[in-house]
């Protein structure tokens, strides 16, 4: 007990240490959190008590999941999540299948010594390729920065993160444990998991507005967005219980990444629906009886009151908001001081590999400059995509932070996979350059076109 009580005080400590050297220093706070994380570690070994392996840490990252997407997905509107979708498809699932393909010529190229089988190809690069946003979001809600190239970078987190687990769950899984895939079958699979998962989280979402609607009260309405996002992954992931209940004997089951993303979308739409029709119904009602006299004014002062639950229910949302952003921050945090945990007890193994982990990130950042400058060359050529420019290309570029799904995915791996250790070394690695490198990366960039971003930012909300 008294260990835990001392891990939740450091856990706090460099979560609020962090925010400081971000204030003060502009470091960003995923680096800060990690070098505490590594430096408390190195110092004092065994203050910190944290889950002693991968599948421990898998539990723990499941556990907090919902929190950590659910905050991400807030940040998002469904109609401008609509109005980018052909540009967040290519980010989010074309550029990953083509980097995936990039990555079979770089392996048999670079890492031929190790002989990997195609399986072990599309999961190592899955696991590599897969983003955080998390991080994303953290140092972009330092900067006043177009709302579109926002909801570009970190919108293709959270769904690059879906095709990665479904990539490495219905594909190189299956190929390392001998089972035999076809073109057609693996797509038709692919398919069934999207469309399942979007009508499940579609479902679930209007589930949880029922149970918002029961009172108007916040505890009650953020534990409802919390329930909604928990149910997503539990319902999705053991989705193959609910069809053996029906009868059906298969082991199959959904994306929970892409459920709980769904569900959050589909219940804050019609929840920011509802706020903006009462909204307007309110100015129409103040405009109509101006210059009424004083018997109307009261009538007007009643129709306000009427509309006054609202009005609060808007005010209720924006802290709801703020108090689980705060949330997932610290649960970041505690990913983030095991990660740092993980790099001090494997630094030796690290070292080892230093050579694959250097090749690997500098394989996938290349890989991600190619994506994303294929990306803003047609988008550049159709209206019906975001134009991307040189300086939205290298922030987009830079975007790409690996972070705690890979170290879930990893957990995946047949324990007699005969690079197991090789795998944990370059996806820890590349965690690790990727966290301190493009946050140096993605500041300077931001830094250095500060003036102009302020102004497209100015001119798209002056529209």
Known sequence: MFELLITAIAVVFIFMSAIQLEERFSVPTPVGILSLAIGLYTLAPNVLVMPANETDFAKLVLLLLPLLILSDTMQLNLQELKENAISLFYLAFVAIALSIGLGYFVAGTFLSEYNLSLGAIIFLFAATLATDPVAVVSIFSKFKLPHRLKILAEGESLFNDATAVIAVAYIAIPLLTGHTLTVVGTTLTGLMV?????????????VGLFFMGTRQHKHIELASILLTAMFSLLIAENFYVILEFIGIHTHFHLSGLLTIIVSILTLY??????????????????????????????????????????????????????????????????????????????????????????????????????????????????????????????????????????????????????????????????IAMSTFLYAAGLVIVIKSNQEIFEKEYREEHSH
Do not use: C
């Not at 009508?199 to 209007?206: M, S």
């Not at 709801?320 to 610290?330: E, G, R």
């Not at 995509?385 to 990893?410: C, D, E, H, P």
């Open 194 to 206: 999207i469309v399942g998962s979007i009508l499940l989280g579609v479902a679930i979402g209007f």
């Open 269 to 430: 739409h019609v929840v920011n629906k509802l706020v903006k029709e009462a909204e307007l119904a309110m100015n129409q009602t103040s405009e109509s009886l101006e210059g009424f006299k004083t018997t109307e004014k009261l009538l007007f002062h009643q129709t306000l009151t009427s509309f006054k639950s609202n009005i609060i229910n808007k005010e209720r949302h924006l802290e709801i908001k703020d108090t689980i952003q705060l949330m997932a921050l610290i649960a970041n945090t505690i990913l983030f001081v095991y990660l740092g945990e993980i790099m001090g007890l494997d630094l030796g193994i690290m070292l080892s590999y230093w050579k694959e982990i250097l090749i690997m990130f500098t394989a996938t950042t290349l890989i991600r400059a190619v994506m994303m400058g294929k990306f803003a060359f047609i988008s550049n050529k159709t209206t019906k995509m975001t134009n991307i420019n040189f300086r939205w290309w290298a922030v987009l570029t830079f975007a790409g932070f690996k972070g705690s799904l890979s170290i879930v995915l990893l957990t995946m791996l047949p324990a007699d996979f005969e690079h197991l250790e090789m795998f944990r070394a370059v996806v820890v690695g590349v």
